[in-house]
Structure formats: C-alpha cells, structure tokens
C-alpha cells in the first residue's frame, strides 16, 4: 500500500512562485502513472498534470508553460513547480497515483490520493 503526503501549499500574489512535494511512502514503483489534480471552488477536481511510466508528460491547457512536473525516483517525491501563478489556480492541490504505467484524467482509475494541500492566490 502507498501513502502519499503533500506538502508546499500557501498563499501568494498573483505572479509568484510555489513548488509541491508529494512524498510517497510503503510500496512505491517509480514506473506507476503519478499526477496532481486540483479542487477550484465551486468546480469538479481536475487532471492538473501527470508523468507516466514512460515518462510522458501531461498538463492541462490552463497550467500549460507556467507549471513543470517532475519526480525523484530515488527519494520518491514528485514535484510540482507553479510559476506566474493567477487567482483562477486557487484550490486544493492533490497528488495521486495508480496501479498502472498509463494516466488518466479520470479520477476514479487512482488508487490512491493524498491529503490535498492548500493554494491560494491573490490578486
């Protein structure tokens, strides 16, 4: 079983700068799909960005070019780095994964989430 911890949330101003972890723990393989997702107020959780075993990347059209995903296989921590950040990236922020190399951006294939850690950004 994996357990993950995120950790990096907080608030900023419009145009700065925040890097997520995620630290994975228990049975860990650096070749499942691992992703952020996120909870704006008031809408459904979205695929925010995803690596899969192969190493492909994933983001969505709204963080395309200001956010960068990436892992550390050997501390077993995913990142994610949020840069030029706007008011409409507020939310919580989640780290998942799944039994398998492929993502997807349908929640419910992840086996396991994490707590959600808090973005807020002002303008």
């Known amino acids: 079983q994996v357990q993950l911890v995120e950790s990096g949330g907080g608030s900023v101003q419009a145009g700065g700068s925040l890097r997520l972890s995620c630290a994975a723990s228990g049975y860990t393989n650096s070749r499942n799909c691992m992703a952020w997702f996120r909870r704006a107020p008031g809408k459904e959780r979205e695929r925010v960005a995803s690596?899969?075993?192969?190493?492909?990347?994933f983001y969505a059209d709204s963080v395309k070019g200001r956010f960068s995903i990436s892992k550390d296989n050997a501390k077993n921590i995913l990142y994610l780095q949020m840069n030029r950040l706007i008011p409409e990236d507020t939310g919580v922020y989640y780290c998942a994964t799944r039994l398998d190399v492929y993502c997807s951006a349908a929640e419910n294939v992840f086996n396991t989430w994490g707590q959600g850690t808090q973005v807020t950004v002002s303008s």
């Open positions: 690596i899969n075993g192969a190493g492909i990347i």
